[in-house]
């Protein structure tokens, strides 16, 4: 079976702060993706990956950055977190046309 | 990004009814694909569909790809409380990325 896995379920940090989400894929997948989910908007992407070092800007990529140093392992990186990104984040991890997501990660900004 | 406009936004029913959701597009879509997310996971693929006109089921659920390919449909029957969660389309154009529609969140009443 196919996992990807997220560091955390569930964080709460302060304001300005740098966060790291954390994804890591045991298929050797060459695609990553970031989403966030909100209410009634679906699921955004934020950014992906095509290959190592590789990263291309999805739809809402303002206040994110990323990481792929290492074909399995992709992060998200809030370099200052603000309240407006308080959102479900979900990772994902495809091959040919079927994504597989990780469980996801609630981020909470106060 | 592209918009998939996903409907209805929620629906409250009775168990043993059957559910229709819809996904719509203004642009051309080569393969539609349908996800279901239950509380608190990520969402996990049930069809997937390449060719306009294109029905396929999985269990009680059938899924099909419109003619126009700028649609999707995705009927449950017989609908039992585990059929909870939220629904997504998605959708993906010539290139290599996938857009998601807004989601359908199902309640099933014992």
């Known amino acids: 079976d196919v996992k990807v896995t997220q560091s955390s379920r569930y964080l709460v940090k302060r304001t300005g702060e740098k966060v790291f989400l954390e994804c890591v894929q045991d298929m050797d997948h060459e695609n990553m993706f970031w989403y966030r989910q909100d209410p009634g908007l679906g699921l955004r992407l934020i950014y992906f990956?095509?290959?190592?070092?590789?990263?291309e800007k999805g739809d809402i990529p303002e206040g994110y950055s990323v990481s792929r140093e290492k074909k399995e392992r992709f992060s998200l990186i809030l370099e200052s977190a603000s309240t407006n990104q308080t959102s479900m984040y979900l990772c994902?991890?495809?091959?040919?046309?079927?994504?597989?997501f990780g469980q996801g990660t609630r981020l909470t900004v106060v | 990004g592209q918009q998939l406009n996903q409907s209805p936004q929620s629906m409250f029913i009775q168990e043993g009814e059957d559910v229709s959701m819809n996904c719509t597009s203004s642009?051309?879509?080569?393969?539609w694909l349908w996800y279901k997310q239950d509380p608190g996971e990520g969402p996990v693929l049930l069809i997937a569909l390449y060719k306009a006109g294109e029905l396929t089921s999985n269990g009680r659920l059938t899924a099909q790809f419109g003619i126009t390919r700028k649609d999707s449909f995705l009927n449950i029957s017989a609908s039992i409380p585990s059929d909870v969660g939220i629904y997504f389309c998605a959708g993906q154009l010539a290139g290599n990325q996938f857009y998601f529609g807004t989601g359908t969140s199902l309640t099933v009443i014992p």
């Open positions: 994902a991890s495809r091959i040919g046309t079927e994504a597989f």
């Open positions: 990956s095509y290959d190592v070092k590789m990263k």
């Open positions: 642009s051309i879509f080569n393969t």
